[in-house]
C-alpha cells in the first residue's frame, strides 16, 4: 500500500509529454518580461507539496519569464482573516488555494480577476470541467475561480474494532450509525469522533447532516436562510444524541480533520475526506476501511476541494496566473497529482484516464469517496457565505456543549445569518 504514496512515474512522464499542449501559448510568455507570482496554498501532505513544486518547476520550463513562489499557509481556517487584511493592505498573493466557498466574497469587491474573461483568448474550453465543480467558482452567472482539486466527505472506520463489536457490515442509515457506534463504545474506546469548533470544518460536516434530513441552506432565490427548519433541528439533535448518549468523543477544537485519535484507537469511525489517504498507508496502527456517510430521507455528501483564486494585481500578473490555472485543471497536472494525494480529478477526461481508473480499482479506499461524488452537494458561494458558516458554527457549539436546545441555537444563528446576508445583497 505505501507504494501508493509515490507519484506515479508515468504520470509525470505524462506532465511533461503534455504540458506544452496543456497551457496557453496565445500570450507569448516566453517573448515577455519577467513575471513573479507567489501562490499561497495550504496542502498539508509534503508528498503532495513536492508533486505540486514539480510541476510549477514545468510549468516555468513552458513559459520562462513566469516564476512562482508557493508558499504555505497552515490552516485553512485562520487564512481568511489574514487574506482580508492582505487585500486592505494592497498585497494579497497572486494566487490562492483555498475552498471556493469565498468566492462571492471576494468577487463582490472585485479583490479578484474574473477567470472567465480570459476563456477564448487564452483557448480554455470550460466543458473539459465538470460542470458541478465549475459552478462553485461562480458569481452572479461568471466564472471567477478556477478548481484546482476535488473531494468530498465519507466515514473513516476501524475495521478490526467493527469485526470484534459484530458488525459484518458498515451502516447506511442514521439510525444504524447510532445503533453501530453504541456497540463500538467501551473500554475507553468512543464509537464516533465529533466535530467540534465554530470554524468551516465543522459547518461542513453539517451541512451534509442537513441535506440528508431534506433541510437546505438557503431558499431556491438565496435571498433568505433556511437551516432554521424541522430538518435543521433534527440534523443538529442527531449529533447531540450521539453526545447524551455517550457514543462519541469531541476531536480537537476545530481540527477533527486530524487522525490521532483514530490511529490511536480512541474512536472506532471518524468524518474525514480521501485527502488524508497518504497519511493512513503510511501509520500501521488500524486496519482502516471507509464507507459512504450514512443518510437520513436522502444520501448527501458536500462537494469540497479547493480552487485557485486570482487576485486583482497587475494586468501581466493577472493573465500569467490564469495561466497557471489553466495548467492545472488539465490531465497532465490532475492524474499525478490525484494518483499521489487522493483527491479527485476536477475533469472528466483525467477521471476516465487509464491511469485513474486504474488507481481507483487498485485502491478502493478513494473509490468510496469517487462514487459518492454522485450525491455531492456544493456550498453557494455567495458574499455572506463565511459569516453564515460562523454563526452555524456559534449554534454548533451552543447545543452540543449544552448551552442551548438545537432549536434556540438554529434560531439564534438564523436570525445573525440573515443579516448578514440581507447586508450583502
Not at 191 to 216: C, D, K
Not at 400 to 419: E, K, N, T, V
Request: net charge neutral.
Amino acid at each position: 500500500m505505501a507504494s501508493h504514496l509515490k507519484i506515479a512515474p508515468l504520470a509525470l512522464a505524462a506532465a511533461g509529454s503534455l504540458l506544452l499542449a496543456g497551457c496557453g501559448t496565445s500570450s507569448n510568455s516566453s517573448q515577455s518580461s519577467s513575471i513573479n507570482l507567489t501562490f499561497e496554498e495550504g496542502i498539508q501532505s509534503p508528498q503532495t507539496q513536492a508533486y505540486v513544486q514539480k510541476q510549477i518547476k514545468l510549468f516555468e520550463k513552458a513559459h520562462p519569464n513566469i516564476h512562482i513562489s508557493m508558499q504555505n499557509y497552515g490552516a485553512a481556517d485562520t487564512e481568511i482573516p489574514k487574506l482580508e487584511s492582505a487585500v486592505a493592505a494592497h498585497n494579497p498573493p497572486n494566487l490562492l488555494w483555498i475552498a471556493p466557498a469565498y468566492t462571492g466574497q471576494f468577487a463582490s469587491s472585485n479583490a479578484i480577476v474574473e477567470s472567465q474573461k480570459y476563456f477564448k483568448s487564452e483557448h480554455f474550453n470550460p466543458s473539459t470541467i465538470f460542470s458541478g465543480l465549475l459552478k462553485t467558482g461562480m458569481y452572479r452567472g461568471k466564472v471567477w475561480t478556477m478548481p484546482f482539486d476535488a473531494n468530498d466527505l465519507g466515514v473513516y472506520y476501524n475495521k478490526t474494532l467493527f469485526q470484534k463489536a459484530g458488525i459484518t457490515t458498515p451502516p447506511t442509515t442514521w439510525s444504524q450509525f447510532l445503533v453501530d457506534a453504541k456497540k463500538l463504545t467501551h473500554n475507553g474506546t468512543y464509537g464516533f469522533e465529533m466535530p467540534i469548533g465554530n470554524q468551516e470544518w465543522t459547518v461542513w460536516i453539517w451541512e451534509t447532516l442537513l441535506w440528508q434530513a431534506g433541510g437546505h441552506l438557503l431558499n431556491s432565490s438565496q435571498t433568505r436562510v433556511a437551516f432554521d427548519s424541522p430538518a435543521g433541528i433534527k440534523a443538529l439533535n442527531y449529533w447531540v444524541t450521539l453526545m447524551k448518549d455517550h457514543v462519541a468523543t469531541f476531536g480537537p477544537l476545530n481540527l477533527s480533520y486530524q487522525l490521532g485519535d483514530f490511529e490511536s484507537g480512541k474512536v472506532a469511525m471518524m468524518i474525514n475526506g480521501p485527502w488524508n489517504y497518504g497519511a493512513l498507508q503510511q501509520q500501521h496502527a488500524v486496519n482502516y476501511g471507509a464507507f459512504p456517510l450514512p443518510k437520513d430521507k436522502i444520501a448527501a455528501t458536500n462537494i469540497g476541494g479547493e480552487s485557485l483564486f486570482i487576485f486583482n494585481t497587475t494586468p501581466a500578473q493577472n493573465k500569467a496566473a490564469f495561466l497557471f490555472a489553466k495548467y492545472v485543471t488539465t490531465p497532465a497536472f490532475q492524474i499525478g497529482y490525484d494518483t499521489g494525494s487522493g483527491y479527485l480529478p476536477v475533469s472528466k477526461t483525467a477521471e476516465d484516464s487509464p491511469q485513474f481508473q486504474k488507481y481507483l480499482k487498485d485502491n478502493p479506499f478513494i473509490e468510496v469517496f469517487a462514487k459518492a461524488m454522485s450525491v455531492g452537494r456544493a456550498r453557494p458561494p455567495i458574499p455572506a457565505y463565511s459569516q453564515i458558516s460562523a454563526d452555524i458554527g456559534n449554534a454548533i457549539e451552543n447545543a452540543l456543549y449544552g448551552r442551548m436546545s438545537a432549536a434556540q441555537a438554529l434560531h439564534q444563528a438564523a436570525i445573525q445569518a440573515q443579516q448578514a446576508l440581507s447586508s450583502s445583497q
